[in-house]
């Protein structure tokens, strides 16, 4: 501190090698999971699906973008800090108050209103920033591989979610949601019950995987919905958002980040 520079967590160096093998068993799982779960395969996708599916994960990187580099920007300000060291259910409130009311502003804001609509969802996107801001007190090594991995998670997921017959998976919105539930009490408990050494390991096993497996579905659920959403727009029964639809992959996508995150900085702890 006395040189001014902020203390994150020490790691290993990027190991290219890892990456390369994880990314050819990504690329495997994708084959098998793909040939398991779609043995009927759709017709390859009209104009209509692919044009909302693409602009949709298009506005999902522009908004993951902009929110890795404002987080970037409030820890470098100190911000991060003073979140460390603030109460945590006020850091908590404040961050469910804004980053709902920024969303709900988002989707109830006209498509045709473009300037408003965009201005809520920059400012959902801050929201998100200021919350994960005290993510860099991980090692960069630590966050690249947990960014490198998601995007193997998330882009193999979708994968499969979008060759899929229709509405394949959106019957499993309604235990998501209960599977959602159970993870977030499970992230909450240890807050506001006291709490053994085992029992605080089981919270935390439900949390972090359990919450992997969750929020994995919700890409697969938001994929599918994508989809079911530009058949309607076609019928004329809505009309297409793609920002609406990029909310939901970018909490999914920010949902699993973290928890990778959480997972690969344990790892790390473990073998020092």
Same mark, same amino acid.
């Given at each position: 501190?006395?040189?001014?520079?902020?203390?994150?967590?020490?790691?290993?160096?990027?190991?290219?090698?890892?990456? !390369?093998?994880?990314?050819?068993?990504?690329?495997?799982?994708?084959?098998?999971?793909?040939?398991?779960?779609?043995?009927?395969?759709?017709?390859?996708?009209?104009?209509?699906?692919?044009?909302?599916?693409?602009?949709?994960?298009?506005?999902?990187?522009?908004?993951?973008?902009?929110?890795?580099?404002?987080?970037?920007?409030?820890?470098?300000?100190?911000?991060?800090?003073?979140?460390?060291?603030?109460?945590?259910?006020?850091?908590?409130?404040?961050?469910?108050?804004?980053?709902?009311?920024?969303?709900?502003?988002?989707?109830?804001?006209?498509?045709?209103?473009?300037?408003?609509?965009?201005?809520?969802?920059?400012?959902?996107?801050?929201?998100? !920033?200021?919350?994960?801001?005290?993510?860099?007190?991980?090692?960069?090594?630590?966050?690249?591989?947990?960014?490198?991995?998601?995007?193997?998670?998330?882009?193999?997921?979708?994968?499969?979610?979008?060759?899929?017959?229709? &509405?394949?998976?959106?019957?499993?919105?309604?235990?998501?949601?209960?599977?959602?539930?159970?993870?977030?009490?499970?992230?909450?408990?240890?807050?506001?019950?006291?709490?053994?050494?085992?029992?605080?390991?089981?919270?935390?096993?439900?949390?972090?995987?359990?919450?992997?497996?969750?929020?994995?579905?919700?890409?697969?659920? &938001?994929?599918?919905?994508?989809?079911?959403?530009?058949?309607?727009?076609?019928?004329?029964?809505?009309? !297409?958002?793609?920002?609406?639809?990029?909310?939901?992959?970018?909490?999914?996508?920010?949902?699993?980040?973290?928890?990778?995150?959480?997972?690969? !900085?344990?790892?790390?702890?473990?073998?020092?």
């Amino acid at each position: 501190m006395s040189e001014g520079r902020p203390i994150v967590q020490e790691a290993k160096p990027i190991s290219w090698q890892r990456l !390369a093998l994880t990314a050819g068993a990504v690329a495997g799982a994708v084959v098998i999971l793909d040939t398991a779960m779609n043995r009927d395969i759709r017709d390859p996708l009209n104009e209509s699906e692919r044009n909302l599916l693409n602009k949709s994960f298009q506005y999902t990187g522009a908004g993951l973008t902009l929110t890795a580099l404002a987080a970037r920007s409030l820890f470098r300000s100190g911000f991060a800090f003073r979140i460390m060291a603030a109460n945590p259910w006020v850091v908590l409130g404040v961050g469910l108050v804004g980053g709902i009311g920024t969303m709900m502003g988002t989707m109830y804001t006209a498509p045709e209103n473009t300037f408003q609509k965009h201005l809520f969802w920059l400012a959902f996107n801050g929201c998100q !920033a200021a919350t994960l801001s005290p993510l860099f007190f991980f090692s960069p090594a630590i966050l690249s591989r947990a960014a490198l991995y998601t995007i193997g998670v998330v882009g193999s997921i979708s994968y499969i979610g979008a060759t899929a017959t229709n &509405d394949k998976y959106l019957h499993i919105g309604a235990p998501l949601l209960a599977g959602v539930t159970v993870v977030a009490l499970s992230s909450l408990a240890p807050m506001v019950l006291p709490m053994g050494i085992r029992a605080l390991a089981i919270s935390e096993s439900i949390s972090l995987y359990g919450g992997l497996a969750v929020f994995g579905g919700f890409v697969l659920y &938001d994929t599918q919905k994508i989809l079911n959403h530009a058949r309607m727009a076609e019928r004329g029964l809505m009309k !297409a958002d793609p920002i609406n639809e990029s909310l939901s992959l970018e909490l999914d996508m920010i949902n699993i980040f973290i928890r990778l995150v959480q997972i690969l !900085a344990l790892r790390s702890n473990n073998n020092k």
